[in-house]
């Protein structure tokens, strides 16, 4: 599965960001166009792909002293898998896009490098500086930044407005919060004689990340900023657990077991559920297959509103040439430009990374005819980082673990968390400062 | 003079062996000593270089519960994938050995699930499983019964797993099972007709003692794929829920490129090279014994 970028740009764009020029300046040193390659994940469905490769072609054609190769890589995971790799065998790409999670990781492996270190005019640093902070927070350490957000997202509530009429709910109004969404969902169920499910939230593959946005909503954060310490066991994110198993346990209106991240889109669009949570960055996908009418909400609330951010940020790698970095720069903030940004959000769900993004004629068009594109954006005010560690793949796998036991039953949540931070503490022993 | 020759034949075996040697030496010996070593050491912290520790990276092992619920997961995964694809595949070459209307398309469709890369294969059996919309649920619910998380219930999952491990794995084996037994001679069946043994009498007494060497193969086969193909786990599963699938292989990719701890990922694979060295010792020379070669 890899995508291999032809050479002679193919397509022309007319569309020209006039804050490029400068960067573009500087690349042009010698004759032999720079040769960049780029590793990215895509972690939901659509052809996102396509979208890719047809942005770095336009980039291409203004840019001819720039080859991109961007490499299709699998999911966040796997990405990492590749990048890490290709590193270690000496073949660093100067780029990717990875799980904005993995900076600390990335750090420890000291494979990259931070943004501040190339920014040089005023210019650059504005637009170091035109991100939306929530989007900033898992990409800086120590007032540095290492990541720029790009495929970004939050989670949000899809729901089924022709199931919430059958069932005798007012189709226009998501639920706001635990106890509304629990009963709504019991309803649904009921009144399809069990037929179709109340909602369904996610345990497979990212459970931490659902799980997290349960205890931000009992206004409870699950990480320290420096990344060192967990506070999984703490009666607030208990008792966030014990909401989410309750769901199946006591309402009825979520099935027992894991619930498969892979295939939830299907479920919804199959109408086997009324709500669901999921990324942002499905949005697209099921706007284009839904065959019924959908609504998407910002995520009910116990004491406050909240989702974790998610998805992957642009990284910059060590061990690659000067010309290389400034190239790559001149890259990423093409493709993080407000045009850019939208078009990208547009065509994915994902967010606008920018708020200059959102005050483009395309993105503002857009949001005015299709509502839902702007509730990530306007749940990012009551967003949080997501959970990003050292160690962090074991942080998360500990967690993940937590959930799915408490979730099956093999565990009370309480036992499950308790195990949890136990095994996370013995991660982080050695990074305590 | 002889001697001279003797020494030449000798040269020209080794030359003979050399390419083999070098290959095998760059691509197994080597990173299997390498892989010993660094079971030896602890990733360094915060950039420092790897230090050594000798075998407390088994101590930790041993310890380890996720460790231990893996390795039983991955014994549960073989007992439940080899006899059975092997008693199927047994299976399957009979009936398309035979003559049965249609029997190139039946071997076809058995054969199918083989060209199939796992990822593809799984990636369809995810579909069969999801518990709203999927295939069997959809069957059970025809038949009046409740559905199953079939990969979200942990009491399940593994078992989940291994029917379309099977299901993948059956058709490969069946034609190793089919070109043995068009190599065994008719003769053997027309004397036995004449003496008038009976079909279940041949099959034992003839037909299976003649497999043997094919037996012994697929069996080993089988055990390398129980432990090497993991492809299926990425698809469905990763290991979940709380570790319920998760196999040693899989394992030790988490521990080596999702928690960067090369030295215990190395240190697991130490542990299954020595499981399977064993067992594959002790398969070839016990069965070896029973295994009667044309």
Redesign the interface.
Known sequence: MRFLKPNVPMRFSLVAAGLLSAGQALAQTGDEPVELTMYYPVAVGGALTDVVDDLVEDFEAEHPDIDVEAIYAGNY?DT??RA?SAIEAGDAPQLSVMFSIDLF?LI???AIVAFDDLVETEEEQAWLDSFYPGLMENGQLDGQTYGIPFQRSTIVLYWNKDAFEVAGLDPEQPPETWEEMAEMGAAVREASGGEQ?GVMVP???YPYWMFQAFAFQNGHRLMSEDGTEVYFDDPAAVEALEYWVSLADEHAAM??????W??LR??FL?Q??AMIWHSTGNLTAVRNDADFDFGVAMLPMKTQRGSPTGGGNFYLFKDTTEEEQQAAMTFIRWMTSPERAAAWSIETGYMGVSPEAYETEALQRYVEEFPPAAVARDQLEHGTAELATY?G??VR?AL???V??A??G?MTPEEALTQAQREADAALR?YAR | MIQNADRRMQIYGALLLLPAAVLLATFAYLPTVATLVNSLFLPG???EPATFVGLENYQLLIEDDTFWQVARNNLLYALGTIPTSIALALGMALLVNARLPGRGFVRMAYFTPTILPMIAAANIW??FY????GLFNALLGWLGLPGV?W????GVALGSVIVMTVWKEAGFFMIFYLAALQSIPPELEEASNLEGTSRWSFFWRVTFPLLMPTTLFVLINALINAVRVVDHLF?L??G????ATNLLLYYVY?NA?????RTYAATITVVILLVLAVVATVKFTVLDRRTHYQ
């Open positions: 995971d990492r898998v890490m990781d420890e492996q000291d499910w345990s497979t593959g099935p027992d077991g894991t619930i498969e892979g295939t299907q479920n199959e086997s559920t160690q793949g074991r796998r993940d673990n937590a799915q036991a979730l099956t093999q050695r | 912290f915060r950039g995810m579909f999801a518990p709203q919309i998380n990969l979200g219930d942990p698809i599963t990763k979940g829920p709380n570790n988490e490129f999702s928690f960067f701890d």
